[in-house]
T-cell receptor, first 113, second 113 residues
């Protein structure tokens, strides 16, 4: 059974810092991995999707990497801003799980001005 | 080009009542997924439906919960005889085909008194 873990559970940083969010998964047979952002009381916004054959994806100040063999992904946020404050969720779609996404518990990020 | 629409946004029910949550997928999407987010927990997959068919319901509780996605109209997640433990945010996602990224709605926050 696939399990996804995110560390740290919460993070508070001053504005301008570069930061790394971690995601690990127990079954390396994944189809893809996705990073989402969730604002309080809102739904999920997809940030980056990495296919199993890819090593990383970039969008603006965000960079996500994937190391399938070690079961890890990181989300790197450069020059953090207060507007980046949100919960960041990592989700994997396993090869044998149809279309089901398995989510981590999330990292609650607070960027202080 | 409306996204995934869920209603109501907030629903309050007393123990023993029925809760009906609706989800209208994005235009052109025929695949719908329901997830539940319990307080302080990550999202957990419940059920995956394609028009008029349940494809995977491995995450659905065996009793009191049911889901449908009729040929016409929204997908409905129905919870009978609600209990306090059903209090959660219920998210719907849709995709145009199996395997493509899922787009999420803003969720329905269900509170049981």
């Amino acid at each position: 059974k696939q399990e996804v873990t995110q560390i740290p559970a919460a993070l508070s940083v001053p504005e301008g810092e570069n930061l790394v969010l971690n995601c690990s998964f127990t079954d390396s047979a994944i189809y893809n991995l996705q990073w989402f952002r969730q604002d309080p009381g809102k739904g999920l916004t997809s940030l980056l999707l990495i296919q199993s054959s890819q090593r990383e994806q970039t969008s603006g100040r965000l960079n996500a990497s994937l190391d399938k063999s070690s079961g890890r992904s990181t989300l790197y946020i450069a020059a953090s801003q207060p507007g980046d404050s949100a919960t960041y969720l990592c989700a994997v779609r396993a090869n044998n799980a149809g279309n089901m996404l398995t989510f981590g518990g999330g990292t609650r990020l607070m960027v202080k001005p | 080009n409306a996204g995934v629409m869920q209603n109501p946004r907030h629903l309050v029910r007393r123990r023993g009542q029925e809760a009906r949550l609706r989800c209208s997928p994005m235009k052109g999407h025929s695949h719908v997924y329901w997830y539940r987010q319990l307080p302080e927990e990550g999202l957990k997959f419940m059920v995956y439906l394609q028009k008029e068919n349940i494809i995977d319901e491995s995450g659905m509780p065996k009793e009191r919960f049911s889901a449908e996605f009729p040929k016409e109209g929204p997908s409905i997640l129905r919870i009978q005889q609600v209990v306090r433990g059903d209090s959660a945010a219920y998210f719907c996602a849709s995709s145009p085909e199996s395997g493509l990224p899922q787009h999420f709605g803003d969720g329905t926050r269900l509170s049981i008194l």
